[in-house]
């Protein structure tokens, strides 16, 4: 079944989607911030709400029933021009513009007029433009609207219900002027003005909600009105307070949108915000002095043209640097940079090329990435691996014989799944010392990934390419053998990632994959890097056994049983998994946590879990490796937000955008040590040691385990885990028949041959 | 400088331009320091004859040997042969180097499991296994691998009382061209026996079947033997997972490569004609990776090397007793180091060396041990200079097999030192002495001396010598 075909009832959909199209107009993806916006509209103006409602349950319900996407109706995206529209009508009605009729008449047809506009302007934008439309397509239906309903609402009388003010019609007001309680109430009044029902109480009800859902979100909102309250100030053609404080909105959620929304928040992303809220005061005074006479002024379009134009011109940086569009659906600005910076730190290879090791054993990096005399410009992402020993030599001996060389001779690997594109064979192998300018990539291979991307392999033995034009590689085969040709001194592999499958390509950044870094006596397993030339880089090989552990996850039921000082639990996860491909484990309790497995390593992400089982699981499993080597090590980071006092976490959520986001490090080693308890269970082990890296007063030290084992089964996923606290936490796996699956894998694969099965042979003699 | 007392009148014919082909003058390299440590003060501090073992060399040709094999097969483990060289300190240095280790007795993996290698690293071989002891290597969960049809008989008994299936690997024997082929241990391949061995364990309840194992002969000098061994293995690989859907999770070449000795009959120096380390590598993991099935995970390679690490790291320093020249020129001298202590001398020509300058030309010499038995020669002929009782020779390669093959006869066995990275010497095992040969010793009760009583009636010699010794008390 497609994501799109559930059993979930359409009203249980629809019950969702209304309260979060509520949420959404201020970019909020919570239900509960969602409905307390829609008790502000039925609060103080029942009709205008009951209106609002009425026109998006129209839409909500005519999407279900058109069978749009339903993601994208729950998500409230669909909704929420609609819910806009519909307040404007109630408007309309409430100022007595329109009659109940008239109402009657334009509320179905504005609604689905809206939806359909939202429907098509979001894929026309999403795919020529790849921006959203934000709430475009609510501009345009207020205009149409506007234009029925002939536009009563003059310059004199703003659609404001606050008394006209000494400086209504004063342009150049000076700042000083304005008493500070005056902008303070035009704040209140601006958040709610977005919906159509500006009033002080109503505003300060949003704020309120909107400062325990996010004390960003409040602080760029200020921040937003005070930057276009000071630019207006020293305009020489400004607007009035009046006019100001009607299109506050604006601002405010300019500075919202740019600094915490589409942008994950951060120092560069507070001087973006600031200088888009700068742009729209601008172009906002354009709209007014343009549409004033027209007697109507489309108030949402200045914060929608920077929205876009800021989110469009930006799409068109070749490298993000320090200032990261948005990569998910946006929620808080605070758990976004969280989110954000701790995929940034774990998943650097997100987005670009991948390749395991291309050889199988030690070598070192001998030349790096934009270093030495050949790895530079349109060449630079590039390593050569070269087989030293101990003293540093690259031969044995003081003979100069290319056979005494470590590396000559030695397998070249299929770095990925490809097909060869291009092989060069017939290159002689150089003396070592001399240096082969004409063909100086000498013997190649060019390999076209199944990612996209193109590898090369050069400077191979003459005559050892195994493989023709056309033939279909697998990862780990081997392609040929290491040589002395083109322009090598002495025998290396130079490896790089393309573009294209020509030979002198340009290069692009690529991570290895799977690998082992050595320092002195200490092996640091690395899922992907880039090693720093002079490293010494080897393979790791993927063990079956502990890929068996998790490859054997899959749509079930897992129940755990948790015991602390005395105290038994139950939980049961869920395992699920997404259209992505990724295990998301869910808890009765709410919890929840994701993980991904490529071939190599298994890795959780998005953990959402203060309380219970996954919680610990999402710790002790923060990244495993495949991998059997009890010496390696591999190092990880945890968000360490739980971990951080109740009383100051607010403050550090709010401050660490602009600094740093609080990680704990953790340091993880297989075991093969199984206590007797689990060892008919479990075979392997996981050991997770973990440290703050942030200030450990900050930390709840009590909280925070010195090290958690967890205890892998081959057929169950996790068999137990103990978390090192002051009480001990012993978390095990209740294992049960599994009724919902038909067959129980079982660890040995059953044979196939001719009915020779698992009779027991005796001896012949 | 010492004189050496008589030299013997010689002309040496002006060979000039004349290529050395008998290779007579190669001996004339003389050392006097084994890593810098000199020969000298060696035997001051720890007598002579002595075992000397570089830590460096030892180190090195593992990383060589492990380089050699790893950049060419993705999972390689090297697990030290006991039986090449037990002493705690040299299979110590291996383990350090991530080395497991291989025994093929009760007694070498006591040996192993007491310097701290856990059962799951031990690799357990041998024609013969008690039950006993393959009780113990089961509950300690070692990698067996079967000899013959009665062991897997004993371990699937042992496997239905202990309620679990053992993991089991299975030694092959087959024809590689090596002289003479090792027919005595494991299943036969072209016979069929070894896949029948194979069958038996794939269907058996009571086992796995985890491993490959062949160990084709020693001293192996052509590594394309390797390929045909590996090529069968692989098609035991096959065999077992198309038909039982087995997939092996180790293959073990097993050792077998040569050191730079040289045996009896080569005409060329060793150190010329051993292939490299590079060389059976290639042989090995180049058909391996070339005839596994790929829908297989790659199996992990066990390789039990002991004589290609250890031999050349070993030297033995020995004093001359006494020579004497005979009528025609040949000198015969008389060391103090015997077959007792050289039991390899029966396969290989060691290189001999003189440790102190010397005068007058090298002459043919036979070296004869110390032992009271005429078939104690070290080397029958060899050249060398006159010498005279106290000069030291210096004998190399030794280090595989003569320390584990040595007896305690006629003379006690000598020290055996390690020289470390840093140029310090340790004892690794002390020189014998009486109370440590006779320390196992029993004298039947009838056969001791009975304590003396004072019995002045029974023996006059005794009051006498009991008034004496009255009388010096007072």
């Known amino acids: ?765 | 400088m010492q004189s050496n007392g008589y030299v013997a009148p010689s002309l040496t014919p002006n060979r000039n331009g004349f290529f050395d082909t008998m290779n007579t003058s190669h001996q004339q390299y003389r050392n006097d320091q084994i890593e810098g440590v000199s020969i000298e003060e060696l035997t001051e501090r720890f007598g002579s004859p002595l075992f000397v073992f570089s830590e460096r060399a030892l180190r090195a040709k593992y990383h060589e040997a492990y380089t050699a094999f790893s950049t060419r097969y993705p999972d390689v483990q090297f697990a030290w042969s006991y039986k090449t060289n037990y002493l705690k300190a040299i299979c110590k240095v291996f383990h350090e180097e991530g080395s497991i280790a291989e025994v093929v007795s009760d007694f070498e993996y006591e040996k192993a499991r007491k310097l701290g290698i856990p059962g799951h690293q031990i690799i357990v071989n041998g024609p013969y296994k008690s039950e006993t002891f393959l009780r113990l290597a089961v509950s300690e969960n070692a990698k067996i691998q079967v000899d013959n049809h009665q062991e897997i008989g004993t371990i699937e008994k042992i496997a239905e009382e202990i309620g679990r299936p053992v993991n089991v690997a299975i030694r092959v024997n087959m024809v590689t061209g090596c002289e003479p082929a090792w027919t005595k241990f494991g299943f036969n391949f072209e016979s069929g026996d070894a896949m029948l061995a194979v069958s038996r364990v794939c269907s058996s309840e009571h086992l796995n079947l985890v491993g490959l194992h062949s160990h084709i002969g020693t001293f192996i000098l052509d590594p394309n033997q390797y390929r045909v061994s590996m090529q069968n293995l692989c098609a035991l690989v096959w065999g077992a997972y198309t038909q039982y859907g087995v997939e092996v999770e180790y293959i073990n070449a097993g050792g077998g490569f040569a050191s730079a000795n040289t045996l009896h009959y080569q005409y060329l120096p060793g150190k010329d004609v051993v292939p490299s380390f590079n060389q059976y590598a290639e042989a090995i993991c180049d058909t391996l990776l070339l005839n596994l099935p790929k829908e297989m995970p790659t199996p992990k390679l066990y390789l039990e090397t002991g004589r290609a690490l250890v031999d050349e790291a070993g030297y033995l320093i020995t004093s001359v007793l006494h020579g004497r020249h005979s009528g025609d020129g040949r000198q015969s001298l008389v060391v103090d180091a015997g077959i007792n202590l050289l039991y390899t001398a029966a396969w290989y020509k060691f290189d001999i060396q003189t440790t102190q300058p010397f005068e007058g030309p090298v002459g043919p010499t036979t070296l004869y041990g110390p032992l009271c038995m005429n078939i104690d020669v070290i080397r029958q002929e060899v050249y060398l200079p006159t010498m005279s009782p106290g000069q030291t020779l210096l004998i190399h390669p030794v280090g595989a097999y003569n320390i584990t093959q040595s007896m305690q006869f006629i003379t006690y066995r000598p020290a055996v030192v390690m020289i470390g990275l840093d140029g310090t010497v340790d004892i690794i095992r002390r020189a014998e002495n009486l109370e440590h040969v006779e320390a196992l010793e029993e004298l039947p009760e009838r056969m001791q001396d009975k304590p003396v009583k004072n019995d002045r009636r029974r023996n006059g010699t005794n009051r006498l010598t009991s008034e004496l010794a009255d009388a010096a008390r007072r």
């Not at chain 1, 740019?258 to 005061?281: D, E, K, M, N, Q």
């Not at chain 1, 030290?701 to 892998?712: F, Q």
């Open chain 1, 1 to 765: 079944m497609s994501v799109n075909e559930t059993n979930e009832s359409d009203w249980k959909l629809a019950g969702e989607a209304l309260l979060r199209s509520y949420g959404i107009i201020y970019f909020s993806q919570s239900s509960w911030f969602g409905a307390v916006i829609l008790l502000c509209t039925l609060a103080v103006y029942p009709i205008q709400g009951i209106i609002g409602m009425t026109g998006l349950a129209i839409s909500l319900l005519t999407a279900i029933q058109l069978k749009l996407d339903r993601q994208l109706v729950r998500s409230g995206i669909y909704q929420f021009n609609t819910l806009l529209v519909s307040l404007t009508l109630g408007y309309f009605y409430r100022q007595g513009m329109i009659d109940t009729v008239a109402l009657l008449v334009l509320l179905p047809c504005a609604s689905l007029f809206t939806l359909l506009v939202t429907v098509s302007l979001s894929d026309i934008m999403y795919r020529s433009l790849g921006i959203p439309a934000i709430s475009l397509p609510f501009v345009i239906a207020q205009t149409l609207l506007i234009f029925i309903v002939a536009p009563v609402a003059t310059p004199a009388s703003p659609m404001t219900s606050a008394p006209v003010s000494p400086f209504a019609t004063n342009p150049n007001w000076e700042l000083g002027s304005i008493p500070v309680t005056q902008h303070l109430l035009t704040i209140l009044e601006t958040m709610s003005a977005i919906l159509l029902m500006p009033n002080y109480y109503i505003g300060a009800v949003i704020i309120g909600a909107m400062f325990i859902l996010s004390r960003l979100y409040v602080f760029y909102a200020v921040l937003g009105f005070a930057v276009s309250m000071t630019v207006l100030t020293f305009l020489p053609v400004s607007l009035s307070y009046q006019q100001a404080s009607m299109l506050a909105f604006n601002f405010a959620f300019c500075s919202l949108a740019i600094g915490g929304v589409f942008f994950i928040p951060s120092r560069h992303s507070l001087a973006l915000a600031v200088f888009s809220t700068a742009i729209c005061t601008l172009i906002a005074v354009v709209v007014v002095k343009i549409f004033e006479s027209s007697g109507f002024i489309p108030i949402a379009l200045p914060v929608n043209f920077v929205i876009l134009l800021v989110l469009h011109a930006m799409k068109m940086r070749v490298q993000s640097g320090r200032l990261n569009l948005t990569p998910f659906m946006p929620t808080t600005p605070e758990d976004n940079f969280r989110r954000f910076s701790l995929l940034k730190l774990r998943f650097p290879e997100f987005g670009y090329p991948t390749m395991r090791c291309p050889f199988s054993g030690e070598r070192t990096v001998t030349q790096g990435v934009d270093s030495g005399v050949t790895h530079k410009d349109d060449l630079k992402y590039a390593f050569d691996f070269e087989v030293l020993d101990r003293e540093g030599e690259p031969r044995i001996g003081i003979n100069d014989d290319l056979s005494d060389y470590y590396s000559f001779g030695t397998p070249i690997l299929a770095s990925a799944n490809g097909t060869v594109v291009k092989v060069i064979d017939d290159v002689k192998d150089g003396e070592p010392g001399s240096q082969n300018l004409i063909d100086n990539w000498g013997n190649l291979v060019i390999l076209a990934m199944d990612s996209g991307y193109y590898l090369m392999a050069c400077h191979l033995q003459r005559g050892s390419v195994r493989f023709a034009e056309g033939n279909r590689v697998r990862q780990g085969d081997v392609i040929a053998l290491c040589g002395n040709s083109g322009r090598s001194a002495s025998p290396h592999l130079h490896v790089q990632v393309q573009t294209a499958p020509t030979v002198r390509a340009r290069t692009v950044q690529c991570y290895l994959t799977h690998y082992y870094e050595k320092h002195g006596r200490n092996l640091t397993y690395r899922a992907s890097g880039i090693p720093d030339e002079g490293t010494i880089v080897s393979a790791a090989v993927v063990n079956q056994h502990a890929a068996e552990c998790f490859a054997r996850i899959r749509d079930r039921k897992y129940r755990f049983r948790m015991e602390q000082a005395g105290r038994i639990s139950e939980e049961t996860i869920t395992c699920t998994i997404d259209s992505l491909g990724h295990l998301v484990f869910t808890s009765e309790n709410g919890d929840s946590m994701k993980a991904s497995i490529q071939g190599h390593v298994f890795q959780v992400f998005d953990v959402r879990a203060d309380r219970g089982v996954l919680r610990w699981l999402s710790m002790g499993l923060n990244t495993v490796p495949f991998i059997d080597n009890e010496q390696a090590f591999w190092q990880d980071k945890i968000d360490a937000r739980q971990y951080i006092y109740p009383a100051i976490r607010w403050i550090s959520d709010s401050l660490a955008p602009f600094w740093k986001c609080p990680t704990l490090r953790t340091t993880g080693k297989m075991s093969h040590g199984i206590p007797p308890e689990y060892a008919n269970r479990s075979k392997v082990g996981v050991i997770t040691t973990i440290l703050p890296e942030i200030a450990p007063a900050l930390l709840d030290s009590r909280k925070l385990p010195a090290t958690i084992t967890t205890y892998l089964s081959a057929k169950d996923w996790v068999a137990a885990m103990v978390v090192a606290l002051d009480d001990p936490i012993v978390i095990e796996q209740m294992s049960e028949p599994d009724r919902d699956n038909i067959a129980t894998l079982s660890a040995k694969p059953t044979p196939q041959f001719l009915g020779v099965a698992r009779k027991r042979m005796t001896s012949p003699f």
